[in-house]
């Protein structure tokens, strides 16, 4: 079941999209997902999950290996409930798309595809990305491993990047040469998936009061997401050592502030859908991690990945909570954000403030979702906060200056990226290009 028009679209399905879902942290979201929606959710309900990604051969293994993993589960319990298998494996349906995020008319296509063959979104997750690193500062990353190992495994700084990467050109005319330059790490990381959520806000917009659910985009972070690593003045990384981690600081402040009454305005005009009413509901913004966990969006030698792995266990067993080091268990904040009963969440947030949702692990490697602490922020924008456990040994309490200087920031983030999209869209529509959505 590759295809739109091969997959059935019940009228109970709850339907998940997973960007990147070819490799690491995406497949692991894909596979998790089955085990928690098989699990939590009613018998008469069917997930409908969509995966996404750059070409036909990585779509075509991604299906195969969530199709493997669900007879898996299926024959599971088989074991103890016989007859349940048939029941289960109906209730599971896979769908590919294609999606290049450094390439704007991708996004639009997808977008436009999307609402033309399907009834409504639950959940965006949006996984896919890029490091933009060349390699690694080895005695910079020996040494600090060395004397500070704990920390360097939890928040490195020795990974070298490309400075001034752009994206191809994405108007392929004699316009290009006056089409301003997109960050490449920028595009794939943070602006890609901001336009592909603003174009499938109508169909994540289709849930109405009564329900107790909201249609989310959850936006994939980092641990590294440095406040240092941010210039306000270069939003899109293009002047920083530092891209990926600028990034995904960017990821947090949108996010975080997209709850804030200083933003409304521009979120609003972001989330804008021609299906609302005062019965349906504007989705939500969540921003979660995967803690420390072996994906390949580093490659190394072989034996260094097994090193790697092995000073990650160590980590664990030494009290880092924040050491996932499967992708399966990596993926535990982002399911449970897309699972988890939408008057849960909120009650969440209305006690301890919009926050950050990380994966974890105790000591025996039993997976958590944890809030995360985020510079400038804390917990939740609130003054005394309780200090949790896995802080960045360099962070400091939130005050009253930090956390205004954060919704400053916010708002400014807001309103540029908001420029950036409307820039975009009448550019690509100026060339013909561009795909109208509803």
Avoid at 382 to 390: A, D, N
Wanted: glycine share 8%.
């Amino acid at each position: 079941m590759s295809h739109a028009a091969d997959v059935p679209q019940p009228n109970n399905g709850f339907y998940v999209l997973v960007t990147g879902a070819n490799s690491g942290l995406g497949l692991g979201i894909g596979t998790r997902l089955i085990d928690e929606f098989l699990t939590t959710r009613p018998q008469t309900e069917a997930l409908v999950l969509i995966v996404t990604t750059r070409d036909q051969r990585k779509g075509d293994a991604t299906i195969h290996h969530l199709e493997q993993h669900l007879r898996k589960v299926c024959q599971k319990h088989e074991r103890t409930l016989p007859g349940i298998a048939t029941l289960l494996q109906q209730r599971v349906h896979f769908r590919q798309e294609r999606l290049d995020l450094l390439s704007l008319t991708s996004v639009q296509k997808l977008s436009k595809r999307l609402q033309d063959t399907t009834p409504k979104l639950d959940v965006v997750i949006c996984n896919a990305g890029i490091g933009g690193w060349t390699g690694i500062n080895w005695p910079v990353a020996i040494f600090s491993i060395l004397t500070t190992w704990r920390r360097a495994l939890t928040y490195p700084t020795f990974k070298l990047s490309g400075i001034g990467w752009t994206a191809k050109p994405q108007i392929l005319t004699s316009e290009e040469a006056s089409e301003p330059p997109l960050g490449e790490v920028f595009c794939a990381n943070v602006f890609g998936h901001y336009l592909l959520g603003h174009n499938l806000a109508p169909l994540l917009a289709r849930h109405t009061r009564s329900e107790d659910m909201r249609g989310r985009i959850i936006w994939v972070s980092s641990l590294e997401a440095y406040d240092f690593a941010f210039d306000l003045n270069d939003i899109q990384g293009l002047k920083s050592k530092v891209p990926y981690e600028s990034s995904k600081r960017l990821t947090d402040i949108m996010a975080i502030t997209s709850t804030l009454p200083s933003t409304a305005d521009q979120v609003d005009q972001y989330l804008a859908s021609s299906d609302q009413s005062e019965e349906t509901m504007k989705p939500k913004i969540y921003v979660s991690h995967p803690g420390i966990c072996g994906t390949s969006i580093i490659p190394l030698p072989l034996i260094l990945e097994y090193l790697m792995l092995a000073a990650f266990y160590l980590a664990r067993f030494l009290g880092s909570p924040w050491h996932s080091v499967t992708v399966e268990k990596g993926a535990v904040a982002m399911v449970w954000l897309a699972l988890a009963k939408q008057s849960t969440l909120d009650a969440m947030e209305e006690k301890e403030g919009a926050g950050k949702w990380g994966s974890g692990t105790d000591f025996w490697g039993q997976e958590r979702v944890e809030r995360t602490e985020v510079a400038g922020w804390g917990w939740g924008g609130r003054m005394g906060e309780y200090k949790r456990k896995g802080r960045n040994p360099y962070a400091q309490d939130v005050t009253k200056e930090s956390a205004e200087k954060f919704r400053k920031t916010g708002e400014k983030c807001w309103a540029e990226m908001e420029r950036l999209r409307v820039e975009w869209e009448d550019r690509l529509q100026a060339a013909g290009v561009a795909f109208e959505t509803d």
